[in-house]
């Protein structure tokens, strides 16, 4: 059993899969011999050489232009987005080829595409470099969504989304870089859409995304001092979702909250609350509430940031105050 940080087992994965299969690349800006802007590529050139591994012009366009053209010639390709908020620059790539292609080729084409890239904030990027976008892809149909939380599941889910025969794209958490974990040795395979229940309660449903899943778990330990016990979901994969470990949870403690980094307008908590409502209003036992980052660009500043995202006090006392009240917070 190997310790590795989230960024080692992001290389960890992508070469994991490229021993198994000799016809994937990777792609992107300064990959190869820098080994990424984040240190998630490091080992991969010297390992696979530069027709695998390949550096690419500073152009998003032309990253997934050219991962796009090899992946419908049946080429599995991982194309790396430095930064989750330049996919703004080349969404049209995104949103209307990659996406529509299998459907408006009636299935004659697929995409063996993982587009990755580093999301969120936490580390002082400013609005521009520190945007959590993972709901931009969310909405897109065509698109899977992946975002772990763990270095096994960066390795895991990587696996599964590399052999998948859609476009996923994998949001990589900056913040989690340097988080440490053991992963087990040998292959490591996930299934794309499941969540995993971290903790089990009995009080309340809580789910999470990517560096909300420890802050959530720390806000739960200090909820079960109080007498509160938390389930805590971590969705890990948006599209697909496993609505059905959440319903279930919410069956069993009828109370329902989402800790996300996305901006409150449009957040996937919203999709989540929307869900529960729709197919668990019954078994509710009050309203569901999101835990979210205000509807502002994330500030730079180190104590604004700070006080924009999720905080495990803010998660602890939204709780508290939602079930001490029998309501809403």
């Known amino acids: 059993m190997a310790e590795l940080t ?27 011999a820098a080994g990424g802007v984040f240190k998630t590529t490091v080992g991969l050139l010297d390992e696979f050489g530069p027709d695998r591994v390949r550096d690419t012009p500073i152009s998003e366009q032309a990253i997934l232009g050219a991962a796009m053209g090899a992946a419908m010639t049946g080429v599995p390709v991982i194309a790396e987005i430095m930064f989750s908020d330049f996919l703004a620059v080349c969404w049209d790539i995104v949103a209307n080829e990659i996406a529509k292609s299998r459907y408006m080729t009636n299935g004659q084409v697929s995409f063996p595409l993982v587009i990755r890239t580093a999301n969120g904030g936490g580390v002082r990027f400013g609005a521009q470099h520190s945007q959590s976008v993972e709901n931009w892809a969310m909405m897109i149909p065509g698109l899977k969504v992946v975002a772990p939380s763990t270095p096994e599941d960066v390795v895991g889910l990587m696996a599964a989304s590399i052999r998948d025969p859609d476009p996923v794209v994998f949001f990589e958490h900056k913040a989690l870089m340097g988080t440490k974990a053991e992963i087990p040795d040998g292959e490591i395979v996930a299934e794309l859409g499941t969540a995993k229940v971290l903790r089990e309660g009995t009080d309340v449903t809580i789910a999470a995304l990517a ?6 778990l ?9 007498g509160i016990s938390a389930d805590v979901i971590d969705v890990r994969t948006l599209v697909p979702l496993d609505t059905r470990t959440l319903l279930s949870s919410v069956e069993k403690t009828g109370r329902f909250f989402t800790v996300e980094e996305n901006p409150r307008l449009c957040g996937w908590g919203a999709e989540l609350v929307s869900i529960v409502a729709e197919e668990g209003f019954w078994n509710l036992d009050g309203p569901s509430i999101r ?17 924009a995202l999720p905080s495990v006090d803010r998660i602890y006392e939204t709780v508290c105050k939602s079930v001490e009240s029998g309501g809403g917070a």
């Open 211 to 216: 560096s909300m899943v420890p802050r959530t």
């Open 291 to 307: 835990i979210t980052t205000p509807h502002i660009p994330l500030p730079a500043a180190a104590s604004l940031e700070d006080l």
């Open 6 to 32: 989230y960024r080692e087992a992001v290389a960890y994965g992508i070469a994991q899969e490229m021993r198994r299969d000799s016809s994937l690349v990777i792609l992107g800006e300064d990959i190869a």
């Open 218 to 226: 720390d806000a739960a330990e200090r909820l079960q001092q109080d």
